[in-house]
């Protein structure tokens, strides 16, 4: 099958899968011309957005209906499915919606980061990671939130806001944040220089996790 004919069943897919679960969805009208490998950034862009709508229904307890999509993975048709051991018409593998912490409430131009963190050894997810805004002279604050069991976050903050990534046992990040996100990856390196066993006392509250605006965009 060649790539054009792989796009336009994959688009077909895409559009079964919306209308199935009464996804708001238009895909956009390929320009390319010439052949082509079958899928590309604009056709990834409109997976994920469905996968991400999968996962908000199923935050809300409504039931994920798929046919030949596989969270994580490109899109892929009936028969390739047999050959990647992925039963088509299956469910979405369901991860747990975190809740959406407002760092800016009085910024009406503030941003919203959503993504996840991972170990890099193993691709687990980092449960309990912290993500904490940085004051001007790159100290830590009382304001930011923390990974859910699946590593997912979600944080609404001002633009340009700094912020200190960490997990007990991995090398701390700092990473601006200086624009929307909605499926940012964070890998998380192992520190090998941790001493295991020592006991840790933090003097800090945890963020507030439970500020839900959920939806504020």
Request: net charge negative.
């Given at each position: ?87 088509p018409n299956t469910t979405v593998a369901q991860l747990t919606e975190p809740k959406l912490v407002d760092c ?83 890998m998380l390196k192992e520190d090998k220089n941790a001493l295991m066993g020592d006991v840790i006392i933090i ?15």
């Amino acid at each position: 099958m060649k790539g054009k004919h792989i796009c336009q069943r994959l688009k077909e897919i895409r559009i079964g899968i919306a209308q199935a679960n009464e996804i708001d969805y238009t895909p956009a009208e390929c320009t390319h011309e010439g052949d082509c490998a079958g899928t590309c950034p604009a056709c990834e862009n409109e997976m994920r957005y469905i996968e991400r709508q999968l996962l908000r229904r199923q935050a809300i307890g409504k039931a994920a209906i798929v046919a030949g999509l596989t969270l994580g993975a490109t899109s892929i048709t009936p028969a390739m499915a047999q050959t990647q051991q992925v039963q088509p018409n299956t469910t979405v593998a369901q991860l747990t919606e975190p809740k959406l912490v407002d760092c800016a409430p009085n910024d009406t131009a503030a941003i919203i980061v959503r993504g996840r963190i991972l170990c890099e050894s193993d691709r687990e997810p980092a449960i309990g990671a912290t993500i904490l805004l940085l004051d001007k002279d790159g100290k830590t604050t009382k304001s930011g939130t923390i990974t859910n069991v699946d590593g997912l976050f979600a944080i609404r903050v001002s633009k340009d806001s700094k912020v200190q990534i960490s997990c007990i046992g991995y090398q701390s990040e700092t990473r601006t944040f200086n624009k929307p996100e909605d499926d940012l990856l964070i890998m998380l390196k192992e520190d090998k220089n941790a001493l295991m066993g020592d006991v840790i006392i933090i003097k800090k509250p945890m963020p507030d996790v439970d500020a839900d605006i959920y939806e504020m965009r």
